[in-house]
């Protein structure tokens, strides 16, 4: 089946420094790809839409400048989380449909990268 | 605004079976149905797209009520593994009449499944 990575899988970090976490899908390309937010015993939270090629769509109440986001190609898309507080420390997941493929039917999740700002 | 779960968690003993249900507000396109592991992404289990129901797993399916926006997982004679989180993903229809795919996710349901 189709994967997904995410590079790291864990990351802890001083408060005020910037972070980027990587996605991957590994083989296939995918236009688009969703970036998710999980707290602790909490639901997975759409944070943006990254596409290919061009400026990514963020969801009401998500700074674009906190977490920019870049689809540099294909097959990768990253998350930076930029001046890093505690607050912002959780699992970070992204997913993927295949490029020309129907994005409501089959999504591909990465592994998940914890975030933990000290 | 996200779809509702319900139960918010449920216990059973190996062999039993479990229904969670997940309820929108909103036109949906397809439901997608996923397990959670503490510490781990979540797996996918089962997509129910508008128009029809698909069966993913032999002891688990889902049924999905376009009208009334609810869907259904089904979990029978259920194992020590069907333990975790389940949450509903939904996909709102566009006004094309597909989707773009963005999920919005309930709250969860935690299923503990003991011996």
């Known amino acids: 089946g189709a994967v997904v990575s995410q590079h790291p899988s864990w990351v802890i970090c001083k408060s005020g420094t910037s972070v980027k976490i990587e996605c991957r899908s590994l083989?296939?390309?995918?236009?688009?790809m969703f970036w998710y937010r999980q707290f602790p015993k909490k639901s997975l939270m759409l944070m943006a839409t990254s596409n290919e090629g061009s400026k990514a769509t963020y969801e009401q109440g998500v700074e674009k400048d906190k977490f920019l986001i870049n689809h540099a190609s294909l097959t990768l898309s990253t998350l930076t989380v930029t001046s890093a507080h505690p607050e912002d420390s959780s699992f970070y997941i992204c997913?993927?449909?295949?490029?020309?493929?129907?994005?409501?039917?089959?999504?591909?999740f990465g592994p998940g990268t914890r975030l933990l700002v000290l | 605004q996200q779809p509702v779960q319900s139960p918010q968690a449920v216990i059973l003993r190996e062999g039993e079976d479990a229904v969670i249900n997940c309820s929108s507000s909103k036109a949906l396109y397809s439901v997608h149905w996923y397990r959670q592991k503490h510490g781990e992404a979540p797996v996918f289990l089962m997509i129910l797209l508008k128009g029809g129901e698909q069966k993913g797993h032999e002891k688990i399916s889902a049924s999905f009520n376009e009208k009334k926006q609810q869907s259904s997982l089904y979990l029978t004679a259920s194992q020590l593994s069907y333990s975790g989180t389940y949450f509903c993903?939904?996909?709102?229809?566009?006004?094309?009449?597909?989707?773009?795919?963005?999920?919005?996710f309930g709250q969860g349901t935690i299923l503990t499944v003991h011996p």
């Open positions: 997913s993927a449909p295949p490029a020309g493929g129907r994005p409501w039917e089959t999504q591909y």
């Open positions: 993903g939904t996909a709102e229809a566009n006004a094309g009449g597909t989707s773009y795919g963005k999920l919005t």
């Open positions: 083989d296939f390309q995918a236009t688009t």
